[in-house]
C-alpha cells in the first residue's frame, strides 16, 4: 500500500452497497485524507458516517471530482451511466459497483481475489478505464470451482444461485418487508421492483413489468464469471432463483470430477484464503451466519449416487463481497496514481 493520501468520493453513500463502501475502506485502513459522500436529490442532507467521521451527503456535479482520486458508484445504473463521465473527465479512477460500465470501451471487469487465485494480475494503467466489480456470485462460482480443478479436472457443474432482496438494493428489501407486512394483514401486494410475490415464495422469473429479468442477471453472472477466469474454467449450468430472504447469496453447486477424492480432502483443498470450510456437526452455511463476514461459507457432501460427484452449499455477503472487491480493485490502482501530493 503506498504511504500517500487519496481523495475518495463515494457515490451512492446512502445506498446499501454505499454504506458497505465505507465501512470496507475503514475496516482497511484505506489511505485517504478525504472522503466525499454524493447521491441523488432525494438523499441530500443525510448524515452518513465512514469510521469515525460523520458526513452530509452531497450532490453530485463536476467540481465534487476535482483533486479526487477514486470515485466509487455504487448507486443505480442508471443514475451511474449519467454521471460517471464526470468523474472521469475529471481525474478520477471510476470503480463501478453498479455493473452500468460494463459495455463501456476501455473498461474492465475486476475481481481480486480470483486474479490472485490464478496468478494474473493486470498490469496498472496510468489512464486506466472504468473498473466494473464482478458479481460477487460469479466471484464465489469461480473461487469454489478453481479450488476444486487444483485437485482434479471438473467433469460437470451446475449451480442454483438463491439471489437476496438486497441485489435490487433498498427498494428491494422495502418491497420484501411490505410485501411480507401485507400478507399477513390481507392487504395488497406491492410489486413495483420485482412485479412478482416474493414474500414467502421462492420464483425463477419476476413479472414483464419488473426492473430487471431474471435471465438477465444469469447472463451477467456466467458473464463475468468467463472475464474473470480468463477460460481456465469449465461454465457452469446456471439456474438463478430469487428467495425471500433479505441479504446474503446462498448457492447449492454440483460437481462431477474425474478423480475420487475424500469429502474431507475435498473441504481441505476449498479452504484457504476467502473460503472457511464447515465439517459435520457444525452450523450449516446460511444466509443468516454469513452476514458480515469477509469470506465464503461452504460445506459439502458426496453425491449418493456418484462415487465421483459431490454438493456443495456455500453462502456469502453478497454486498461485503462487492465492497471488498471495489477497495481492493482501488488498492492495487494506488500504484498507477501520480506521486506527490493528493491530486
Given amino acids: 500500500m503506498s504511504s500517500e493520501l487519496f481523495r475518495v468520493a463515494i457515490v451512492g453513500a446512502s445506498t446499501l452497497k454505499g454504506?458497505?463502501?465505507?465501512?470496507?475502506?475503514?475496516?482497511?485502513?484505506?489511505?485517504?485524507?478525504?472522503?466525499?459522500?454524493?447521491?441523488?436529490?432525494?438523499?441530500?442532507?443525510?448524515?452518513?458516517?465512514?469510521?469515525?467521521?460523520?458526513?452530509?451527503?452531497?450532490a453530485v456535479h463536476r467540481s465534487q471530482f476535482e483533486k479526487t482520486d477514486f470515485a466509487f458508484f455504487a448507486t443505480e445504473a442508471e443514475f451511474t451511466r449519467k454521471n460517471w463521465e464526470l468523474a472521469q473527465n475529471a481525474g478520477c479512477t471510476v470503480v463501478d459497483l453498479s455493473y452500468a460500465l460494463e459495455g463501456e470501451k476501455g473498461a474492465s471487469i475486476r475481481a481480486p481475489w480470483i486474479e490472485r487465485e490464478i496468478r494474473s494480475i493486470p498490469v496498472p494503467d496510468l489512464q486506466p478505464g472504468p473498473v466494473v466489480t464482478a458479481h460477487p456470485a460469479a466471484q464465489v462460482l469461480a473461487l469454489v470451482l478453481l479450488r476444486l480443478h487444483a485437485v482434479s479436472a471438473i467433469r460437470v457443474a451446475a449451480a442454483t444461485v438463491f439471489e437476496p432482496a438486497s441485489e435490487r438494493g433498498k427498494a428491494g428489501m422495502d418491497e420484501l418487508h411490505e410485501q411480507t407486512v401485507n400478507l399477513l394483514s390481507f392487504r395488497e401486494l406491492p410489486k413495483g421492483v420485482f412485479d412478482a410475490q416474493i414474500a414467502f415464495n421462492m420464483v425463477a422469473q419476476y413479472g414483464e413489468n419488473a426492473a430487471t429479468s431474471i435471465e438477465a442477471v444469469e447472463r451477467r453472472v456466467i458473464g463475468h464469471y468467463r472475464r474473470i477466469t480468463e477460460g481456465r474454467l469449465p461454465v457452469p449450468s446456471l439456474m438463478l432463483v430469487q428467495a425471500p430472504s433479505f441479504h446474503g447469496h446462498a448457492f447449492s453447486v454440483y460437481v462431477e470430477l474425474e478423480s475420487p477424492i475424500a469429502t474431507g480432502d475435498l473441504l481441505a483443498a476449498l479452504q484457504g484464503s476467502h473460503i472457511d470450510t464447515v465439517g459435520t456437526g457444525e452450523d450449516s452455511p446460511s444466509n443468516v451466519t454469513a452476514a458480515g463476514q469477509d469470506d465464503i461459507l461452504v460445506t459439502a457432501r458426496q453425491d449418493a449416487q456418484h462415487d465421483r460427484a459431490f454438493w456443495l452449499w456455500a453462502a456469502a455477503d453478497n454486498l461485503r463481497i462487492a465492497a471488498m472487491t471495489a477497495v481492493e480493485c482501488a488498492e492495487a490502482m494506488v500504484a498507477a496514481r501520480p506521486k506527490g501530493k493528493v491530486q
Fill in 19 to 58: 454504506r458497505e463502501v465505507g465501512d470496507v475502506l475503514n475496516d482497511r485502513n484505506f489511505p485517504a485524507q478525504d472522503v466525499k459522500l454524493l447521491d441523488a436529490e432525494d438523499a441530500l442532507g443525510q448524515l452518513e458516517t465512514v469510521g469515525d467521521e460523520v458526513s452530509f451527503v452531497q
